[in-house]
């Protein structure tokens, strides 16, 4: 080979290499690019939407649990159905935009697992016959129907049905009338339970069989007031756990919105249940039941509502 035809070879091989370079500049610029571009649809879409739900912001957090749990299914709400039909990525930057620090929820494998924290944190206070046999059936059945309005009033929540057999003035404006309303009951109980024992009289009846006794929870035809009434004996479990036992709260965002329907008090109460922990977990770490599910191994399988 003549020294010319070297020369050509080195400059179509130089040629080459650098066209081969240029490729690749371009293509990492336009990857980048499209990132870019990605980014921005995705913040957009997030802008959008949060503009668009506006009224109902208040409950992102619950529609979480909707989008992660019952994706399949058409709910009452707007803003669930909205949100489940936003891709993963924009979800997350509706929760950033909005500064709610909340995870995206796969599946709902877990949530047997939480009724079962449940019903042992109830053995260990005491409270009595929780309602929750059967797979916590009546507590499910609350998304039966979802359609009608929840509200505690109408459940005789604040009524002053129970007997005052504690005598505990809480304040003076607070004056004590022979009878006290559910929460009442099941708070004076417990604080002398665990805070003044001296006075504690173990022949009081536990708060909740006094409740399913008082409103008669076994004996009404209105399947729908035996789920409500479950509904807050869970939510009553976690929050004096919480209290008197150690159990914790993970979550780092809460809401002043209020369940109007009793499709809201179902994710409202399965918000609470998904962050409810005997202890203080990793900032968002997943479960064991959560990475067995992403694994596509089923603990599971919850009949679809």
């Not at 619950?62 to 489940?84: D, K, L, M």
């Not at 599946?107 to 797979?135: C, H, M, P, T």
């Not at 962050?275 to 959560?290: A, L, R, V």
Request: some cysteine; charged content about 30%; glycine content about 4%.
């Amino acid at each position: 080979m003549n020294p010319l035809e070297i020369v050509n070879l080195i400059i179509s091989i130089l040629s080459l290499l650098a066209t081969i370079a240029v490729s690749f500049v371009i293509y990492f610029l336009e990857r980048k690019n499209s990132k870019k571009q990605r980014a921005n649809e995705i913040k957009e879409s997030a802008k959008r939407f949060i503009a668009e739900n506006a009224e109902e912001r208040g409950f992102l957090p619950w529609a979480v649990i909707a989008s992660g749990c019952f994706p399949q299914n058409r709910h009452v709400r707007r803003i669930y159905n909205e949100f489940t039909l936003l891709e993963d990525d924009v979800k997350r930057e509706v929760l950033s935009q909005v500064k709610m620090d909340i995870p995206l929820i796969i599946r709902n494998e877990w949530i047997d697992e939480k009724i079962s924290l449940v019903i042992e944190a109830s053995n260990q206070l005491g409270l009595g016959n929780s309602f929750l046999y059967d797979g916590a059936k009546y507590f499910h059945r609350i998304y039966d129907y979802k359609e009608s309005e929840f509200n505690k009033s109408s459940l005789g929540y604040y009524s002053e049905d129970f007997e005052d057999v504690f005598g505990i003035e809480s304040n003076i404006l607070f004056k004590r009338s022979g009878f006290i309303p559910f929460s009442r009951y099941i708070g004076d109980y417990l604080y002398l339970k665990y805070k003044d024992p001296g006075r504690f009289d173990a022949k009081w009846s536990k708060p909740f069989d006094a409740l399913l006794q008082m409103k008669q929870i076994r004996e009404t035809p209105d399947e729908s007031f035996v789920c409500a009434w479950t509904s807050i004996i869970v939510e009553e479990t976690i929050s004096y756990a919480q209290d008197y036992l150690g159990y914790i709260d993970s979550s780092v965002v809460d809401t002043d919105s209020q369940p109007e329907t009793f499709e809201d008090r179902y994710f409202q109460i399965l918000y609470q249940l998904y962050f409810f922990n005997e202890k203080q977990p990793t900032k968002h770490k997943h479960s064991k039941i959560e990475r067995k599910a992403k694994k596509g191994k089923r603990i599971a399988k919850r009949p679809m509502r």
